[in-house]
T-cell receptor, first 114, second 114 residues
Framework: ETGVTQSPTHLIKTRGQQVTLRCSSQSGHNTVSWYQQALGQGPQFIFQ???????GRGNFPPRFSGLQFPNYSSELNVNALELDDSALYLCASSYQAGPAYEQYFGPGTRLTVT | AQSVSQHNHHVILSEAASLELGCNYS??????LFWYVQYPGQHLQLLLK??????LVKGIKGFEAEFIKSKFSFNLRKPSVQWSDTAEYFCAVIRNSGYSTLTFGKGTMLLVSP
């Protein structure tokens, strides 16, 4: 078990709705990355936050947005949900940003869009 | 764009068989390489990593991987698998510059029969 927690565990939403997913990073970590893992696929990078600022973004539309708070916890918000947004959303924290720092993953939030 | 290819989507082995999972990446610059494992119902966890130095790296639970730069490969091996190795295995790459975006392969589901 890592010290990264995510809530909720599971969520069911209807197409067009909005959703907020939450992540608490491991103690001492200031960097949080979010990934989307569709069924049968590897995780895909959504964006990263470092010290409350977005520090990089993958190929996801603007309706995917995020926040990082002063305690380094983070939120992922998705507006105008689409069926293809159904996936496992993973949060990972690391001690610092940068390729040398190991990312520790949380258990994920399973989002189902109907 | 950087990509990671894992050769097999599903592998079925008997206990004590040897394992080799293939991984190739497309990025030409300096990279850091990882293998992650996801046991049923558990979060993603790091199996091993290569940053520099000896291209043969050893990880947890008897796993090892060899980085072959000329082949852009980072194959995972274990001499003798156990039933408890049943899991999904992901190869991932980070460019050794800029922000720490993990690019994952699609994963290989390993089923070890007792």
């Amino acid at each position: 078990e890592t010290g990264v927690t995510q809530s909720p565990t599971h969520l069911i939403k209807t197409r067009g709705q909005q959703v907020t997913l939450r992540c608490s990073s491991q103690s001492g970590h200031n960097t949080v990355s979010w990934y989307q893992q569709a069924l049968g696929q590897g995780p895909q990078f959504i964006f990263q936050y470092y010290r409350e600022e977005e520090n990089g973004r993958g190929n996801f539309p603007p309706r995917f947005s995020g926040l990082q708070f002063p305690n380094y916890s983070s939120e992922l918000n998705v507006n105008a949900l689409e069926l293809d947004d159904s996936a496992l959303y993973l949060c990972a924290s690391s001690y610092q940003a940068g390729p040398a720092y190991e990312q520790y993953f949380g258990p994920g939030t399973r989002l189902t869009v109907t | 764009a950087q990509s990671v290819s894992q050769h097999n989507h599903h592998v079925i082995l008997s206990e004590a068989a040897s394992l080799e999972l293939g991984c190739n990446y497309s990025y030409g610059g300096t990279v850091n390489l990882f293998w992650y494992v996801q046991y049923p119902g558990q979060h993603l966890q790091l199996l091993l990593k290569y940053f520099s130095g000896d291209p043969l790296v050893k990880g947890i639970k008897g796993f090892e991987a060899e980085f072959i730069k000329s082949k852009f490969s980072f194959n995972l091996r274990k001499p003798s698998v156990q039933w408890s190795d049943t899991a999904e295995y992901f190869c991932a790459v980070i460019r050794n510059s800029g922000y720490s975006t993990l690019t994952f392969g699609k994963g290989t589901m390993l089923l070890v029969s007792p």
